[in-house]
């Protein structure tokens, strides 16, 4: 296997039959020891983090498959903690989508003076992010990455339509157990002509509630899959 790119929380890899393995690792994003997914560098190590990313994505990536949606997902390895997925061409550097249900975390940072931490957002806020740690994440918007030539608003039309869906496919699913979704973060890719989820659906990058209480990683993996 050939790598061809270091992330923060996998690592990519070539594959000779032409798909992509990804490689999961136990780093979290989060800040000063604190796990939070919307921070955009590695703040902790959880051990077990991996496999129950794995874990959790390969549930939901059956889920979608099921639901008629296409994603990159082809098969798994748990015990290695990887997973085979379909090549897919990312929008400029690397595009991160965000669904809010609730307002917490950066959207707060930003917006704090208008609106108060726990307040619900109907029906699902969808924002953009580059993936840029030196410029901490830029927000974009739809005609911005039209301008940029990143992508037309056709596909970020779809983009966001699918990420809706998902998300409450996702948020649907947890509450089937008393669990409340507050936000998840996608990667998108472009593969054959279509507009497709790539990368995870990871239990480190949602932020989910019992009750009053934030659901570490590992713990959320264990609730999902042992019902």
């Not at 940072?109 to 969808?126: A, D, K, S």
Request: glycine share 12%; net charge negative; charged share 25%.
């Amino acid at each position: 296997m050939n790598k061809i790119y270091t992330g923060k929380t996998k690592d990519v890899y070539a594959l000779e039959n032409g798909n992509v393995l990804l490689k999961f690792k136990d780093d979290c994003t989060g800040k000063d020891g604190v796990f939070d997914p919307g921070e955009n560098t590695v703040g902790l190590t959880i051990e077990g983090i991996g496999k129950a990313n794995l874990q959790t994505s390969v549930y939901y990536f059956e889920m979608l498959k099921a639901a008629g949606i296409k994603t990159h997902y082809v098969s798994a390895d748990v015990e290695n903690a990887t997973m085979e997925v379909l090549p897919g061409k990312v929008f400029g550097h690397g595009l991160e989508v965000i669904c809010r249900l609730v307002a917490t975390g950066s959207f707060i940072r930003r917006y704090g003076e208008y609106i108060e931490n726990g307040t619900r957002l109907e029906g699902g806020y969808v924002e953009c992010t580059f993936k840029n740690d030196e410029k901490g994440d830029p927000l974009v918007t739809c005609e911005g990455l039209a301008a940029l030539g990143v992508m037309t608003p056709e596909m970020f039309n779809s983009m966001k339509e699918q990420t809706l869906k998902i998300t409450k496919i996702v948020a649907d699913d947890l509450k089937s157990i008393g669990l409340d979704l507050w936000d998840i973060k996608f990667e998108f890719g472009y593969n054959n002509g279509e507009v497709i989820l790539i990368d995870e659906i990871a239990s480190g990058n949602m932020r989910v509630y019992k009750g009053d209480e934030i659901v570490d990683p590992v713990e959320l993996t264990k609730l999902i899959l042992n019902r």
